[in-house]
């Protein structure tokens, strides 16, 4: 088991090795952009690897990303369906850039247990094939 914190990343996303090797940290979450807005973030490869070579050299062993806010993986309405799922595959590119060990996402049930079980594997598969 790994001690950690969600950290910041702002002045550049290596900044959150940092802040979680300032507190003790040897798991950090971040963001992987803004968690208010669709936008995906592609990191340039100059600060990714800045990031990976930052981690190497730190007591950080387990970094996850967290989703934006906006996520609803078991939406039934199809337009916002397809906007979380676009921001899901956007993470896990992220999250392949940095060498991410999770991504940790949020569910609105609101559609139904079975419904939205389906739904988000439905997501998952559609996430794992458009990010390969």
């Given at each position: 088991m790994y001690f950690g914190a969600h950290v910041g990343s702002s002045g550049g996303v290596w900044k959150a090795i940092e802040a979680g090797t300032e507190i003790g940290c040897e798991a950090i979450q971040i963001f992987a952009g803004s968690p208010r807005t669709w936008a995906s973030t592609v990191y340039?490869?100059?600060d990714a690897a800045r990031f990976r070579a930052a981690r190497a050299a730190s007591p950080i062993r387990f970094v996850v990303i967290h989703t934006i806010y906006l996520i609803n993986l078991a939406?039934?309405?199809?337009?916002?369906?397809?906007?979380?799922?676009?921001?899901?595959v956007g993470d896990v590119?992220?999250?392949?850039?940095?060498?991410?060990?999770?991504?940790v996402t949020r569910v609105d049930r609101s559609s139904g247990p079975i419904a939205g079980a389906n739904a988000i594997a439905t997501a998952a598969t559609a996430t794992l094939t458009a990010a390969r």
């Open positions: 340039k490869e100059a939406s039934a309405k199809d337009d916002f369906y397809g906007k979380s799922v676009t921001s899901l590119v992220a999250a392949e850039q940095l060498g991410a060990d999770a991504i």
